[in-house]
T-cell receptor, first 115, second 115 residues
Framework: KQEVTQIPAALSVPEGENLVLNCSFT??????LQWFRQDPGKGLTSLLL?????REQTSGRLNASLDKSSGRSTLYIAASQPGDSATYLC??????????????FGTGTLLAVQP | GAGVSQSPSNKVTEKGKDVELRCDPI?????LYWYRQSLGQGLEFLIY????????KSGLPSDRFSAERTGGSVSTLTIQRTQQEDSAVYLC?????????????FGPGTRLTVL
């Protein structure tokens, strides 16, 4: 059974710092991995999707890497801003042709960027 | 363009009552997912619809939960005889199902409180 873990559970940093969020998964046979952010009382906003054949994806100040063999992904946030404060969730897909592409989520990292 | 929408945004009900939650996916998306986010369990998959195929109901926690998708678009999640443990945020997502780049987009959720 796939299990997804995120560390740390919570992180507080001063504005401007670069930071790394970690995600690990127990079954390396994933289809893809998505990073989301969730603001309090809101739904999920998709940040980056990494296909299983890819090593990394970049969007603005965000860079996500994937090491499938070791079951790890990292989300790197450069020059953090108070507006980055949110809960960050990673999720993996175990889709096998014809099967459900349901996502299995980690427990999230609560990020607070102090002005 | 319009994203995934859900209604109502909040629902308070009494134990034993039935509730219906609605999801409008992104136009043209063939896949639709329901997830539940609760304090003790994190984010869990409930049910999946893809075109005219039989839905994947493997995540539904009990037979009090059911869902349908009419005309390949709008979906309704129904919970009968609600219990306090059903209190959670119910999230809907849709995707275009285009292979490994299949990205799921989430709605804002419905917060259900069972008194």
């Amino acid at each position: 059974k796939q299990e997804v873990t995120q560390i740390p559970a919570a992180l507080s940093v001063p504005e401007g710092e670069n930071l790394v969020l970690n995600c690990s998964f127990t079954d390396s046979a994933i289809y893809n991995l998505q990073w989301f952010r969730q603001d309090p009382g809101k739904g999920l906003t998709s940040l980056l999707l990494i296909q299983s054949s890819q090593r990394e994806q970049t969007s603005g100040r965000l860079n996500a890497s994937l090491d499938k063999s070791s079951g790890r992904s990292t989300l790197y946030i450069a020059a953090s801003q108070p507006g980055d404060s949110a809960t960050y969730l990673c999720a993996v897909s175990m889709f096998r042709g014809g099967a459900t592409n349901k996502l299995i989520f980690g427990t999230g990292t609560l990020l607070a960027v102090q002005p | 363009g319009a994203g995934v929408s859900q209604s109502p945004s909040n629902k308070v009900t009494e134990k034993g009552k039935d509730v219906e939650l609605r999801c409008d996916p992104i136009s043209g998306h063939t896949a639709l997912y329901w997830y539940r986010q609760s304090l003790g369990q994190g984010l869990e998959f409930l049910i999946y619809f893809q075109g005219n195929s039989a839905p994947d109901k493997s995540g539904l926690p009990s037979d009090r939960f059911s869902a349908e998708r009419t005309g390949g678009s709008v979906s309704t999640l129904t919970i009968q005889r609600t219990q306090q443990e059903d209190s959670a945020v119910y999230l809907c997502a849709s995707s275009a199902r285009q292979g490994p780049s299949d990205e799921q987009f989430f709605g804002p959720g419905t917060r259900l409180t069972v008194l």
